[in-house]
DNA sequence: TTGATACTTAAGTGAATGCTTCAGTATCAG
DNA sequence: CTGATACTGAAGCATTCACTTAAGTATCAA
């Protein structure tokens, strides 16, 4: 199992490219084969069996094989780590914005006192 | 000006290393100086700096020099659109989970009677 | 003016990425 | 049994990445 950060390297790896970003896009309105995925992409099926493969390793996806198809869904828990440190992020600089306007105010009443 | 998708490429890519992962966690707590960012990071300035280019060419730092000193912030403009992109497909998978569990209900219940 | 500080830039290197082609192997449909 | 379908896996190849070292250039402090 994939620690902590190295699922963060993982997952935003995998969405770093666009081909990948469809393949989620997709999956995220049903599960999907192999070559439905594929259908939309201009890539051989090689390619996208590759992407394949890191979209799973980073655990957005999951498939499996039944007959000669293999079906994929998403995983919308690895998802929510990713999405959770960019909140994390953006709100932890939004409040200091915040402080800082106060205190801008606060000094600004003080000036004009 | 990077298009939409060339902009998502860009922050999940800079996001997909730890070293600038961290980069964004300290200057999420506030601004600091090149070396200041450099120095909790186990590699040379250079390496420091390079790092630095990618995460503004994501838009999500910018920086401005003053004296011999660069100050980099946060723009958390640019974390918006990635986050929203990820809540976006989560919640969509998500509602297909919920009209999929309530369909299995209805179903159950039409067993039952 | 001299030395320390704070970057900056270029060049090089090994590893990882994003594809391709080609040659398979199961599985299903008739 | 025989194609067609749905992948699977290996090999190759150009590009990008994540660093490093080395040699700068400004700026500030004394």
């Not at 896009?25 to 070559?35: D, I, K, M, T």
């Not at 939004?94 to 003080?110: F, I, M, V």
Request: contains cysteine; glycine residues 4%; neutral net charge.
């Amino acid at each position: 199992m994939l620690q902590y950060q190295e699922k963060l390297d993982a997952v935003f790896h995998a969405l770093a490219d666009p081909a990948r970003r469809q393949m989620v896009e997709q999956l995220s309105r049903g599960p999907a084969s192999v070559s439905q995925l594929a259908e939309p992409l201009a890539m051989t099926l090689s390619g996208v069996v590759q992407h394949l493969a890191v979209l799973e390793a980073s655990g957005l996806v999951r498939s499996q094989k039944v007959g000669r198809t293999r079906t994929c869904t998403l995983d919308h828990n690895a998802i929510h780590p990713a999405e959770q440190w960019l909140t994390q992020r953006r709100t932890a600089w939004e409040k200091r914005l915040d402080r800082l306007g106060a205190y801008l105010d606060a000094t600004k009443e003080e000036d004009e006192q």
